[in-house]
């Protein structure tokens, strides 16, 4: 559960480094990301970017349908570091 | 017309020194003909001329010192019909009035693929001829919106994109103080009297452009369903194995085929100005980034055409994050020969776009999304992009817009010719 | 009885006599100006007051008495040398570039030059080709030497002083035209420093920047624009060389635009290189192209409606002010 917080406090941070004016305290963990914080492609490209130089969690185009949301991601990331 | 120079007679030879003409303005000559006696280091040498025409204008005089590759003569082609086009060099020297009034900006904006006014080539792939290079600078002078300096300053500080204002009251149609005064206002919304934000002035730029181009640009529309599987396709082989950073996004690939495509369709690149179409020489791709704090900025990729998928989306990727941390260039600002507008994965089935002037064409790319289609007479599935094109109905017809929509159909069925 | 006027002539004989009276080591020195009190009358009446061994007549040889005058600043004097009109200085250019402007660098500061030449200058008076030159931007190209245009009663009463307490050679240039005209008596204070340029009428159109014999034309001119709806600020430059260039910017970046009025040839003018300084440093706030006016590229005619087509005039500079502003001219 810690290790899960603390993915999930770098992954905000890493949101907010992207969409500054991003409200992540009331964002629903499970809803889909991209739609709530209107991040396009390339914003979410370099979310993943600094997300796999951050963890070394490297996330592939045919897994992008798993990362939805803030908990998805959050997991995923969690599996494999 | 051509000019001639001071030509190399050897390696180590850096200047020569007119000893002789032989010919005279209004003179013709023949392929062979000796027009000069020239004094180098090796001794007297003749210089043969290797075009039929006749001479219009000797630039330096007998008993000169000319670096080599200087310009020492102007020649008129026999095969060339004869015209008002005269070279850059007599233009200057006769400090004609276009060249003497126009502000520097102008005067070293040669052709469109000369990447920023004012600032030094970096890299450049291939020299112009000096043809080709004498006709866009003529006619780039006479077309260069002129503005005084201090109007200029001023519109600058006030947010006014100046290009965009009909003819100023000064000589030639510059635009004076006077003209960003009354712009400024223009501008202002009626009773306000606070003082504007960026993002309101932007707003309001923003408006004045739209409407500008809605009111003198007769737009017409098509559009285009692209089955982009094969495209997609190779994409992810591309981008399996590698770090986010260097995979390539659909919209890379889109941009490469729309750059591509126009490269051949004259009509839809270039700048429609004070009556007259003039279209450009490369393809400077106006990628319309969006900001987060709402509005809009067009960043010119230059030589778009030119550029290979990786470079291609190296650059979107630099640009648009300098666009959002408000450090784009005024090169990139300025120089878009026409514009993209990409709503994104998560905007709309298609986008009608509104042309920027003085361009004379706009590209909407709506979002990939997984259709029913007819393939092979069969019904199946297919991912479709829709892709519209607004253009200039003064400059272009339906006819080759739905060519060119087609054109790059055909390149975004061969993704890897991209590459 | 009080005069309530003084010409700019007298106004010019009371600063040599008071520079004479205060101080010994100034002299005057020129052809004519003794017996004859000077060929403007400048110095009547002075060979009697101050004798002469300090109002000198010389030979007719301008190189050879601006040479003497040298020679005597640096042996301590401080002599006041008449060189009849610009035209004739000719013959003492190579006196006056290359040794008055030269020697104190030459000798590593050893020797200064501290000499006034005044020179008349201009055209006007129907003397033709040779005597009617308006050559001060030969002498304000020269490092060394100070060059001086004054223009009103006031400056030609006290820059003389001015110029003597200078260590360095200065040359004070007084156009022909002037020599009659009347004003007030000045007070010092009506002089300010000699390297100051003046705003001599505030505008906000458009600087009309001039010296010497041109500002009264100028002043007339905007006079002329004002009628027409132009306020127009009027510099005179005072001091040549070297050129106070902050308040002629100060009044081009107020009014965004620049006209100079110069009696010199247009070619190779001070007005080309105050054009080309504010082109330099006040780029970014014209509204229009820096301009002048000046005398046509022809040696002065002698005819008098010729002369008059030949060199700047009121309605000229109105016309040119206009230009520049656009407007059409009314009436």
């Known amino acids: 559960m810690n290790k899960n917080q603390s993915i999930k406090d770098l992954v905000c941070k890493l949101i907010l480094d992207i969409a500054p004016e991003a409200d992540m305290q009331n964002l629903d963990p499970n809803e889909e990301l991209r739609e709530e914080l209107d991040l396009d492609s390339m914003d979410f490209m370099n979310l993943l970017d600094s997300i796999a130089k951050q963890t070394a969690v490297n996330i592939p185009e045919s897994d992008y349908s798993k990362v939805n949301s803030l908990q998805a991601l959050t997991d995923y990331i969690a599996s494999r570091s | 017309m051509k000019t001639l120079t001071m030509p190399s007679f050897g390696a180590d030879m850096a200047m020569g020194s007119i000893v002789k003409w032989n010919v005279k303005p209004g003179d013709q000559v023949a392929k062979g003909d000796i027009i000069a006696s020239i004094e180098t280091m090796k001794g007297l040498i003749d210089m043969e001329v290797f075009d039929n025409g006749t001479i219009v204008a000797l630039i330096a005089d007998e008993g000169d010192e000319v670096e080599v590759g200087r310009p020492i003569a102007e020649l008129q082609l026999s095969n060339e019909e004869y015209s008002d086009n005269k070279s850059e060099e007599t233009l200057l020297r006769e400090g004609s009035p276009n060249v003497a009034v126009n502000s520097s900006s102008s005067i070293n904006k040669i052709p469109v693929s000369d990447a920023s006014a004012g600032q030094t080539v970096t890299n450049k792939t291939s020299l112009e001829t000096t043809d080709s290079l004498n006709k866009n600078v003529h006619v780039q002078i006479t077309q260069q919106p002129k503005i005084s300096p201090a109007a200029r300053t001023k519109a600058i500080r006030l947010g006014i994109d100046w290009r965009l204002l009909p003819k100023g009251t000064g000589p030639d149609g510059a635009l004076l103080l006077d003209d960003i005064n009354i712009a400024k206002k223009t501008l202002a919304k009626p009773g306000s009297g606070h003082v504007k934000d960026p993002s309101e002035a932007m707003r309001e730029a923003i408006a004045a452009t739209v409407s500008q181009s809605k009111r003198d640009i007769p737009h017409y529309y098509l559009q285009l369903d692209i089955v982009l599987d094969k495209a997609l396709k190779w994409l992810s082989i591309h981008n399996a194995d590698l770090d986010p950073n260097k995979r390539i996004l659909i919209t890379a690939v889109i941009f490469s085929a729309i750059a591509r495509a126009l490269n051949a369709f004259d009509a839809f690149n270039g ?94 790319i709506g979002r990939p999304r997984v259709m029913p289609w007819v393939i092979d007479n069969k019904l199946s599935c297919a991912t479709i992009v829709s892709i519209s094109l607004a253009a200039d109905h003064r400059v272009s017809d339906g006819h080759s817009g739905a060519r060119l929509l087609n054109k790059i159909n055909k390149l975004l069925q061969t993704p890897e010719k991209l590459i | 009885m009080k005069n309530q006027s003084l010409s700019y002539r007298d106004a010019m004989k009371n600063a040599i006599s008071e520079a004479m009276r205060k101080d010994e080591r100034v002299f005057l020195m020129g052809e004519d100006v003794g017996n004859y009190g000077g060929c403007y009358a400048v110095s009547k009446g002075l060979s009697a007051e101050f004798g002469a061994n300090r109002i000198i007549d010389t030979p007719l040889s301008e190189s050879g008495f601006v040479g003497a005058g040298i020679g005597a600043a640096m042996g301590g004097m401080r002599p006041i040398i008449e060189v009849m009109t610009v035209n004739f200085s000719l013959l003492a250019l190579d006196q006056i570039v290359n040794n008055a402007a030269t020697l104190r660098h030459m000798s590593g500061n050893q020797i200064g030059v501290p000499l006034v030449i005044r020179m008349a200058t201009g055209a006007g008076k129907q003397l033709a080709a040779q005597h009617s030159h308006s050559l001060e931007n030969w002498y304000a190209h020269v490092p060394g030497i100070k060059v001086l245009a004054p223009a009103t009663v006031a400056d030609a009463r006290y820059m003389l002083s001015m110029a003597l307490a200078d260590p360095d050679p200065v040359i004070l240039f007084e156009h022909v035209m002037l020599y009659n005209e009347s004003a007030a008596i000045p007070e010092p204070e009506d002089c300010p420093d000699m390297h100051q340029a003046l705003v001599r009428k505030d505008g906000n159109d458009i600087s009309l920047v001039t010296y010497g014999g041109s500002l009264s034309k100028t002043l007339l001119a905007a006079n002329e624009l004002e009628k027409q709806g132009v306020s127009a600020e009027v510099v005179d430059l005072r001091c040549l060389r070297p050129l106070d260039t902050e308040t002629v910017y100060k009044s081009v970046q107020k009014t965004h635009r620049v006209l100079v009025v110069d009696e010199g040839w247009h070619s190779g003018s001070l007005a080309g290189e105050i054009c080309a300084l504010v082109a330099e440093d006040c780029f970014w706030s014209l509204d229009a192209p820096p301009s002048r006016v000046c005398s046509k590229e022809v040696p002065i005619p002698y005819a008098q409606h010729l002369e008059r087509a030949a060199t700047p005039q009121v309605a000229q500079v109105v016309e040119a002010a206009l230009k520049l502003l656009k407007r059409t001219v009314t009436a």
């Open chain 2, 271 to 364: 700048f429609y100005r004070d009556g007259h179409y003039q279209p450009a020489d490369s393809v400077h791709l106006g990628n319309a980034i969006s900001l987060r704090q709402g509005g809009l900025m067009v960043a010119a990729i230059h030589d778009a055409q030119r550029l290979g998928l990786v470079d291609l989306m190296d650059k979107i990727t630099d640009q648009v994050t300098r666009a959002r941390k408000g450090g784009l260039r005024m090169s990139e600002m300025q120089d878009a020969t026409v514009t993209v507008s990409n709503l994104g994965d998560r905007g709309t089935d298609s986008i009608q776009s509104i042309i920027f002037p003085p361009q004379v064409a706009i590209f909407g």
